[in-house]
């Protein structure tokens, strides 16, 4: 199959919706050709959708999200890019309070169909305000739907999925992922949300990674293969929320261990709820207490040494599985 | 994928509960009619219809039949009034904390806004808003809201969306005094001015935010000049005169239906009573002269007046209307109190439009 960048990947889903549906239209911080967006995601769109369907905004995070809502209601369907996912703090009332609570609020009278792509993750030095992973700020918030695509395929289908569901969507992209090749085919197909993938089956311990750190939980796996004779199950949940804990507990009921890694700080972390799931659906099931794998409760520093140190590595799962195999 | 306009989902709320075999739209919640008599006596309807029903809830507040924030607009009706007046019912309106007015100025039914303060499912938002998220998506008005200053933002995305429609219909979005100073009014009205987008600016000066007078918030009392940083025409307009307040807002949303973008207009008025029923401290240390002075400037006998000078209506017909008010108003609890409550599940709906079968809430 054709391989294509998890970013090119990405590009192919925003061409392809923007050509399906007029409704799509994209909004958000240097999106226009020629820069094409801050990790080019948006590369090419403005110039062959024009800069009407692909707007250039100011640098107003909340607006972005707010007008994006506004045009919702009337029907739209709009693809906000936020830049950095730190900066969504500047979006939290319009994401929090309004997009997620609108449907509810008007008693089922308001639909808010939009998607809020944003970058977030360590990786490049880019220090504690343009390097964090906040997703479970989202997760949090009934009404929202969290995305982190950990492939190129996943994040076509996914992105597709996103923009065609009727609620408001924050799909969140790990920076570090953009170069990551992989088979992507061609045309559409959408991978729907709420829909976990075993990108990994195995019988002895069950992984659960999201993002980036699913890339590196496939690696730990191969080396605890290779090393200890380990034979790991990796789940990939796609999505935070609606989350397919059918999955997830299958897979424990299956292996009876489990690891959950992410690279968010570990202290209220997506994981501790993940932990608190499995806990409440297969307690019974396991045969070990259940290790986090995360990143301390330290905001990211610049130095590469250090931030290197902070974010969850390969050696770091391997540790983790080895505990609760022991 | 459906290339056509997506049909907003709004027949839920109009499911009838109890009370629902009457006729879904009551006689007086209607478009703005088009001669020119009617549109003044339409005025006038309004007008009283905002005050009579916002005097009515605070007493309802009072025996505890009704319960939450609710915001009175009494002595502020000429502006909702006044900017509707020149709205067809394909434009949309964003509303702001007090929204009451601005929804029945915009074809509102009163009787639905008021089982929704009742809390009942025949209200707008099913009783799950109540007066501070009172929202008509299918009259085009797009929400209270319980955030200071939201609707700026949301507002020039209503504006984005009808600029890439490529129809002349447009936006008025209603904020107060207190907005003009949170990040999000800048943010979206200099969106709206770089966009050029079809959206009327309409700020509801009342002089305080909450308990607070505006002098000890912003150096400049006059708010239309900061229209002039975003390079878009600033208007100031005596927000206690319907017709002045018509007919700036006709000019402005002419020039927006035309592709001429916004207008900033901020109309000086004041609010009568405290920010809110339930907050007793924001009464306090108002000047009497000041409330006098501005009762003295009560919008409605202006309008009264107007009218019987000019021999546009008899005292007999606007007695007559102020009489149907006051049925409209009783009309309207009787509705509202006859519609059952939600059962208590009813709060897990309206989460998501749709979540997978594998997801639970
Ligand atoms: C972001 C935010 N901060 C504070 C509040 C609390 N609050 C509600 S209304 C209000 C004052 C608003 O004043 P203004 O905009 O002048 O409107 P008015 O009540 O006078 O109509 C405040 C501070 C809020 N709802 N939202
Ligand atoms: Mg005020």
Redesign the pocket.
């Known amino acids: 199959m054709r391989e294509l960048l998890l970013r090119e990947a990405l590009n192919e889903a925003l061409h392809e919706e923007m050509d399906a549906d007029p409704r799509v239209f994209l909004l958000g911080e240097d999106i226009l050709d020629p820069w094409g967006g801050t990790f080019r995601v948006t590369e090419g769109l403005s110039t062959r959708f024009g800069t009407e369907r692909v707007r250039e905004t100011p640098i107003p995070e909340a607006a972005i999200v707010g007008c994006a809502l506004g045009a919702a209601l009337l029907g739209m369907r709009p693809v906000a890019e936020i830049m950095l996912l730190d900066f969504t703090a500047m979006a939290m009332d319009q994401i929090v309070n309004q997009a997620a609570k609108l449907r509810y609020m008007t008693g089922g009278q308001a639909s808010v169909p939009i998607v809020i792509r944003t970058a977030g993750g360590a990786g490049r030095a880019s220090a504690a305000q343009h390097s964090q992973s906040l997703e479970a700020w989202f997760t949090h918030v009934p009404g929202l739907k969290v995305v982190m695509p950990s492939t190129p395929y996943d994040a076509k289908g996914l992105l597709k999925a996103a923009i065609r569901d009727p609620d408001p969507v924050i799909f969140i992209e790990h920076k570090m992922t953009y170069g990551v090749r992989g088979p992507v085919p061609e045309g559409d197909y959408t991978v729907p949300l709420g829909v976990a993938d075993v990108k990994r089956p195995g019988t002895d311990i069950t992984v659960i990674a999201t993002s980036r750190q699913v890339l590196r939980a496939l690696e730990a796996a191969e080396r605890v293969a290779r090393e200890d004779g380990y034979d790991v199950e990796v789940v990939d949940p796609r999505t935070l929320y609606p989350l397919d804990t059918r999955t997830i507990l299958a897979s424990i009921k299956k292996t009876h261990r489990a690891v959950v890694v992410h690279e968010a700080p570990k202290r209220g972390g997506w994981g501790g709820e993940l932990l608190s799931t499995i806990v409440e659906g297969a307690f019974d099931y396991l045969d070990a207490p259940i290790v986090r794998v995360a990143a301390p409760n330290t905001p990211i520093p610049f130095a590469p040494e250090m931030e290197r140190y902070i974010v969850p590595d390969v050696a770091e799962i391997v540790a983790g599985i080895r505990q609760v195999m022991a | 994928m459906p290339a056509q306009q997506e049909v907003i989902q709004v027949a839920a709320a109009t499911e009838p509960g109890a009370a629902g075999e009457q006729p879904v739209v009551s006689q007086y919640a209607a478009p703005v009619p088009a001669g020119e008599r009617e549109r003044l006596l339409w005025m006038y309807r309004t007008m009283l219809r905002i005050r009579e029903f916002d005097e009515r809830i605070v007493q309802l507040f009072g025996e505890g039949k009704i319960a939450g924030a609710l915001?009175s607009y009494v002595g502020e009706e000429a502006v909702a009034t006044g900017v509707c007046a020149h709205l067809r019912p394909d434009d949309y309106v964003v509303s702001?904390?007090?929204g009451h007015g601005h929804l029945l100025a915009k074809g509102g039914e009163m009787r639905r806004m008021m089982a929704e303060l009742y809390g009942r499912v025949d209200g707008y938002c099913r009783g799950k808003g109540g007066s501070m998220h009172i929202t008509a998506v299918e009259l085009g008005m797009l929400g209270a809201n319980?955030?200071?200053?939201a609707g700026v933002p949301i507002a020039t995305g209503a504006g984005t969306a009808i600029h890439l429609k490529g129809t002349d219909q447009v936006v008025v979005c209603f904020?107060?005094?207190?907005?003009v100073n949170?990040g999000p009014f800048h943010e979206g009205l200099n969106l709206a001015a770089t966009w050029n987008l079809p959206v009327t600016f309409v700020c509801?000066n009342?002089l305080?935010?909450?308990f607070t007078p505006q002098r000890l918030h912003a150096k400049l009392p006059d708010l239309y000049l900061r229209a002039q940083g975003y390079g878009i025409p600033g208007l100031v307009v005596d927000g206690n005169d319907v017709l002045a307040v018509a007919d700036v807002v006709q000019e402005a949303v002419a020039r927006s239906r035309s592709g001429g973008g916004p207008t900033f207009i901020e109309a000086k008025t004041y609010?009568w009573h405290g920010?809110a029923v339930n907050n007793p401290a924001s009464a306090v240390g108002r000047d009497e002269r000041e409330i006098a002075d501005w009762k003295a400037k009560d919008p409605i006998p202006r309008l009264a007046h107007h009218l019987l000078e000019r021999g546009i209506a008899t005292a007999l017909e606007l007695d007559s209307i102020r009489d149907e008010v006051l049925q409209e108003v009783e009309a309207s609890i009787a509705f509202a109190e006859a519609s059952p409550s939600a059962p208590p599940e009813a709060a897990l709906e309206h989460v998501y439009a749709h979540l997978p079968p594998r997801a639970d809430l």
Request: proline residues 0%.
């Open positions: 915001h702001t904390h007090r319980g955030i200071v200053g904020f107060g005094d207190g907005a949170i509801e009342n305080y935010a909450q609010r920010h």
